[in-house]
């Protein structure tokens, strides 16, 4: 709050008196000036002053400086969750959906077939196929998996090591009694299950002893985070 001084008498008597007096400062600056002073806020700081009142928590909310916000916590990121790119959402709520999003370990269908993928073998892996992987031969890119919402798993046209057989996929999840994530794995038709991770860009990676995932970044695509919004 402001404090303004209200003085009265003389200050050389005693009937002298200061008198302090607490203005919002949202009445004393008004909106524009708030903005631009909630601007230069933290996100936590300024997910606080939400709470002051009514008033505040319009300035606060507002999309203005909660873009900007947005901006940050997206930069360097490899994959927008869906639900922030939701067309009308307030950009409050992308950043909060973005937050609680960003820190899920658990990965869904979706995640699967909203990236293309990235693939190579392990070192662990037969020789035969490692001599087939340019990631291993030096030769060109990586090779691409692509997941799609069938269930089925495609590569690209000339793959060698993809050999053109079908492949399906599958989310394996189990849970304690009390909630927690007991086993969580995807498998690609009889292969050996893959363990799931998550990168600090919120990027995806997948692996076994024979071979690796890693989804590919892909935050700078129009529309948000890959092929699903591409789409659409």
Known sequence: MVNQNIVSGDEDDDSYAKVWVLEDPLVVFGWDIMLMILDHLDARSLALSLLVSRTWHGVASSDAVWSKKCEELWAGKAHLPRLSQIKGLSKLAAYSLSVMDGKRSRILK?????????????????????????????????????????????ADPGDKVWGGQECCYTIVTSFLANGTIREHYVRISRWPQMSISRKQDWGWKMSNHLYSYSSIPDADKKGGTGPWFLAY
């Open 110 to 154: 979706e995640d699967l077939w909203d990236h293309s993928w990235e693939f190579h073998f392990k070192k662990s892996a037969p020789g035969y196929w490692l001599n087939l992987d340019p990631y291993w031969r030096g030769t060109g890119p990586l090779m691409r998996r692509y997941f799609h919402s069938d269930g089925s798993q495609t």
